[in-house]
């Protein structure tokens, strides 16, 4: 039988309406729409002769079946995700123009997708890695994207080395094989650029291995701007935390879970009608707070490898967000989907953290790549603005929401409409720019104030012991000694007695701190001397 088509109605297709299709209406076609009797009906010539370059069915199928991939990630390939709702409980509105901020109640569609870092889109779930934790919020100004991390610092403040570090976990140019065999070259980088601590403390402890995406934290690690209706704005860095709470998985466990342990608890629990969510909160802190934060504590708000102290800069909670909807389609609804931290709204504005300023440019630039120049136009990466959208960006592969008939200038026969402007760009735009690092990576004392903290005060003696269980194990595919003397020396710059358990566990006795340690790349702000001050 012939179900009808109401996807079909108009002239073009609904895919929402494609989307939630039961399979008993639906109709076996080409791709030109054209109703088949069977799948399995290739014609040839007589009973066993050659097929025919007329049979448009095969042909059809095999060139759609050889280009079914698209390029994976460069990082964050292995990802899972779902959609949901975002809540407002507590305004914000005397500090952000958000929309979605600015009252108590105010819902708004959003996308999450969760992923490992390093690993291909087949690697496993349960990886020692920094998880991704990206949402999409689909608010009536434009759609704003949080592309967070499970972690709030990250591994460097210069954006110049980030395709460094992750070449180091990517295979080797020549034998191909995964860091799982040879961990040299991690911990060669690592041990070169010792701003990287605090967030290798993480990755080694017990954070570096969630039980599943429900039951981790999300932070932007990033300092962004909120603007309020006055032009005025505050630094913010928003916080996700998880109302299941947070749980690890040991380095020992990990091998006995799925490769898909993630997705598959994620899933089934969203199956389930368990619909996981998180709190969202803001740290704040005016510009001059900044400024003092830096002279008397030596933290510049816009490097990402420090956190903001919570006792100086508490949380402000705004709203909360919950996953309740699977994808139908994962190909669809998450691997093309295009998260982009330059995807910002009214009242949110980047600050000049260098970091992110480098990612406002390489998401999209990787969106144009990996799916396509009219990325934008998919229906999962579409906006549900109050208003219609309209641009001067015309054609293009795959245009199919082209702007109908719309002059394509600055017509003045067909003009569009502009919205009126509300905030002094001028004003928004005066920024804290006081006591820049001009090497951005030169190390400091400071850098070891947190990890120092994190061994001290944070891990229990278990979590110690589970800690240098997880570093010696993996330098146990380290193939050069000197670069476990040189990791030694930085973990001694954290803490005595975390050094000297290394020592005993890896059998190798480090140097002694990194005050004679000159580092590839990296000045040596704590040197003896000026010969190992500046970077080789
Ligand atoms: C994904 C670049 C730092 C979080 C990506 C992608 C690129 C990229 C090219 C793939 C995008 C795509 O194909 O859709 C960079 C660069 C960085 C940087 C150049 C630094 C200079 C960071 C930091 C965070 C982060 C600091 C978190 C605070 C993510 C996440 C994804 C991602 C969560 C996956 C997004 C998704 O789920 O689609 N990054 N990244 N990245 N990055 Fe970064």
Not at 37 to 54: C, I, K, M, S, W
Not at 483 to 494: D, S, T, Y
Request: net charge negative; charged share 25%; aromatic share 10%.
């Amino acid at each position: 039988s012939e179900p009808p088509n109401p996807a079909g109605a108009g002239i073009f297709r609904s895919y929402e309406d494609d989307r939630n299709a039961p399979s008993e209406e639906v109709l076996y076609t080409t791709s030109n729409g054209v109703p088949m009797p069977h799948p399995y009906e290739t014609q040839r010539v007589g009973t066993n002769g050659p097929l025919l370059l007329q049979d448009f069915h095969l042909i059809d199928l095999l060139s759609h079946f050889d280009r079914e991939r698209i390029p994976e990630r460069v990082v964050h390939a292995k990802g899972s995700g779902a959609h949901g709702t975002f809540k407002c409980t507590k305004p914000l509105d005397d500090l952000c123009i958000a929309d979605i901020f600015s009252k108590e109640g105010k819902e708004c569609p959003i996308s999450v997708r969760f992923s490992t870092v390093g690993g291909e889109s087949g690697s496993p779930d349960c990886a020692r890695d920094p998880r991704g934790f990206s949402v999409k919020f689909r608010t009536e100004e434009g759609n704003w994207d949080m592309v967070a991390n499970n972690t709030p610092v990250f591994f460097l403040r210069d954006p110049a080395k980030f395709p460094h570090f992750i070449h180091t976990q990517k295979r080797d140019p020549a034998t191909h094989l995964g860091g799982g065999d040879d961990s040299t070259q991690f911990w060669d980088y690592l041990s070169q650029n010792p701003e990287s601590i605090h967030q290798v403390m993480i990755l080694m402890g017990d954070r570096g291995i969630p039980d599943g995406y429900r039951f981790m934290h999300g932070y932007a690690g990033h300092t962004l701007k909120l603007v309020n209706k006055d032009g005025d704005w505050v630094y913010a860095q928003m916080h996700m935390k998880s109302n299941q709470g947070t749980k690890f998985i040991t380095q020992e466990d990990s091998a006995t879970k799925s490769p898909d342990h993630s997705q598959k608890d994620l899933f089934q629990a969203i199956e389930r009608g368990e619909f996981p969510s998180w709190t969202v909160s803001f740290q704040t802190m005016t510009a001059k707070e900044a400024e003092e934060l830096w002279e008397k504590q030596k933290i510049n708000a816009f490097d990402l490898t420090h956190v903001w102290p919570h006792k100086q800069f508490p949380l402000r909670e705004v709203g909360r967000f919950e996953l309740n909807e699977n994808a139908k389609n994962y190909f669809a609804e998450i691997e093309q989907i295009a998260f982009n931290p330059a995807h910002m709204v009214p009242g949110i504005e980047p600050s000049a953290d260098p970091v992110l300023q480098s990612r406002l440019f390489s998401y999209p630039d990787a969106h144009r790549h990996r799916v396509g120049v009219n990325y934008q136009q998919l229906p999962v990466n579409s906006t549900r603005t109050k208003y219609r959208v309209a641009n001067f960006q015309r054609d293009g592969n795959m245009a199919f929401y082209n702007q109908g008939s719309r002059p394509n200038y600055l017509s003045s026969i067909e003009p569009i409409q502009f919205r009126k402007r509300t905030v002094d760009l001028d004003k928004v735009h005066g920024e804290f720019t006081a006591n820049a690092v001009t090497f951005l990576s030169e190390i400091r004392p400071e850098d070891f104030n947190a990890p120092r903290n994190l061994w001290e005060k944070v891990f229990d003696e278990d979590a110690k012991k589970r800690f240098i269980s997880n570093v010696s194990g993996h330098m146990s595919t380290c193939r050069k000694e000197e670069i476990i003397k040189r990791q030694i020396a930085i973990f001694r710059e954290v803490s005595p007695d975390l050094a000297s358990r290394l020592e005993k566990a890896t059998g190798v006795q480090g140097y002694d701190g990194i005050a004679n340690l000159r580092f590839n790349g990296t000045h040596n702000g704590m040197a003896s001397s000026d010969k190992y001050k500046v970077a080789n």
